[in-house]
């Protein structure tokens, strides 16, 4: 049974049985994109739930004709968000008066000095503690600025087209589109300098951009 | 045209090409400039590497299936929502109206007391108190709130009381109008504040005015704020505590025979209360 009809079903006759199918599909999904956009298992939890009391109370306003999966991903994408925009707000009380003494690129934007400030840096101690190529992998995915990051989960992770990420992220196609090139490319640039730091600690630190 | 003028305009269609997310004509287009340049064809090998590298990753996996317990979930969210509400209410108060199940009388004491000067004055009165407080075990102020026979029992069982006047808190809410210090003390010290709260502010008043203006004795009335509201909660307990108020000869008995040198009782009621510190 599709998404679509399982909607349907609960929405005709309260079949709760529907809505936890639908759960049951999404639930792992939505914490795994969860997971890697936020980065903390904990608050990618509150995230299902949440989505599932959000998509509970909206349910009858969902359009059968659109796609049930992107609608609850744009559900748990904008709980994400909330929740980076309000980390942001909390490092930015810190760490503002640090960006205009120090003559930071913010050019006045709020959001893009947190964000320098925000995205990581590993050292060579850290490079050799992580030891699994996936773990440097996450890592990579982690220090990537968060709209090319939000941009590869849904797609690379998570399997959804263009459009559909389009729809769930609030943007154009032409947007989804650069944003997953150039992150691509910007994860690769990271894993390579990472397995170069892996081979040869003394190397420098290394920034993402 | 060299296919180098056309590398920035393509380069960003690489990761689409790749995807399969272009169009016949735009496909067509990428496709011929690849195999005219080899910095693109880099390009496009740095976006399969990119994706294989995400793709090999295991994904992260929920601890627990919500799906069973999503019918209590939604409900629990949805009573949690209100719950918020009423805290917010501007005229509500008590910093207990929050939800029953939960340690309701928990909450409002983790709140910063709008003042806090109150609330260091109170600390202070606290401090004066608290080793003998917590010697006693915490039984002081539940038995302030109950009536004279209660008050042995709750010497006795403690805990059991404590218990009792939390689960009261909620209903107790709509009292509130005094920022309750209390909020910056510690619940069972603060009950002894209910007799602030229960005569409606008369028997505070009383209170003050038998207590010679000492900031530690006001200090101390009113950081028990707390707890006088949930006195007020259970309506025939109030009426009990007006009356042992005025039975202070027995109280003040309990207090000399308490090993804890009185303090039981200066916590208890203001006028005990002075006469604990008194002693």
């Known amino acids: 049974m599709t998404d679509e009809a399982l909607v349907k079903k609960y929405r005709q006759a309260r079949d709760m049985n529907s809505f936890k199918t639908l759960v ?3 639930q792992n999904r939505i914490f795994n994109s969860a997971y890697h956009l936020i980065g903390n298992k904990e608050e990618a939890e509150e995230v299902v739930q949440d989505t599932f009391v959000k998509v509970h109370q909206g349910i009858d306003n969902f359009r059968e004709d659109a796609s049930f999966g992107a609608w609850v991903f744009r559900i748990s994408h904008n709980l994400c968000m909330d ?4 980390r942001k707000k909390r490092v930015a009380i810190q760490t503002i008066p640090l960006l205009a003494r120090t003559g930071e690129e913010t050019d006045g934007d709020f959001e893009a000095g947190v964000d320098d400030i925000a995205d990581m840096t590993l050292e060579p101690a850290q490079v050799l ?3 699994e190529e996936s773990e440097i992998i996450e890592f990579s995915l982690k220090s990537l600025p968060e709209a090319q990051r939000a941009v590869l989960i849904l797609h690379d992770l998570e399997g959804f087209q263009y459009q559909q990420i389009a729809e769930i992220i609030g943007a154009s196609i032409g947007t989804v589109r650069s944003r997953l090139h150039y992150g691509r490319i910007k994860l690769k640039e990271m894993l390579d300098a990472y397995y170069a730091m ?3 600690p003394v190397t420098p630190p290394i920034t993402p951009r | 045209m060299n296919a180098n003028d056309n590398c920035l305009d393509m380069k960003e269609l690489i990761s689409a090409y790749h995807d399969a997310e272009l169009d016949a004509e735009e496909h067509r287009r990428v496709e011929e400039h690849l195999g005219s340049c080899s910095a693109c064809r880099e390009e ?8 294989r590298s995400l793709k090999s990753l295991s994904p992260a996996k929920l601890s627990v299936d919500f799906a069973d317990d999503i019918d209590a979930i939604i409900k629990r969210a949805e009573a949690g929502g209100a719950s918020k509400a009423s805290v917010k209410e501007p005229t509500g108060n008590s910093p207990s109206a929050p939800d029953s199940n939960d340690r309701a009388n928990v909450v409002p004491f983790k709140r910063k007391s709008q003042k806090a000067w109150l609330a260091v004055a109170a600390a202070i009165t606290v401090t004066l108190l608290a080793a003998a407080y917590f010697v006693n075990g915490g039984s002081g102020p539940a038995v302030v709130a109950d009536g004279p026979e209660n008050v042995m029992r709750s010497v006795d069982q403690a805990d059991e009381d404590e218990i009792a006047s939390s689960e009261d808190i909620p209903s107790l809410s709509d009292t509130k109008d005094e920022p309750s210090m209390s909020e910056a003390v510690a619940p069972e010290i603060a009950t002894a504040g209910g007799v602030e709260e229960k005569a409606k502010s008369n028997t505070i008043r009383v209170q003050k005015e ?3 203006s000492s900031h530690m004795k006001d200090d101390s009335v009113i950081a028990q704020a707390p707890k006088v509201v949930s006195s007020d909660n259970r309506g025939p307990r109030t009426e009990l505590f007006v009356d042992d108020l005025s039975d202070n000869e027995a109280l003040v008995a309990l207090s000399d025979s308490y090993d804890d040198g009185g303090i039981f009782d200066g916590i208890s009621t203001d006028e005990d209360g002075l006469y604990a510190i008194k002693m």
Do not use: W
């Not at chain 2, 496009?44 to 994706?51: G, I, K, N, Q, W």
């Open chain 2, 44 to 51: 496009l090998a740095t976006v399969e590497s990119a994706v």
């Open chain 1, 24 to 26: 049951r599909r999404y």
């Open chain 2, 210 to 212: 038998n207590a010679p």
């Open chain 1, 83 to 86: 929740i980076l925009r309000n």
């Open chain 1, 129 to 131: 503690d992580l030891k």
């Open chain 1, 198 to 200: 892996k081979s040869n």
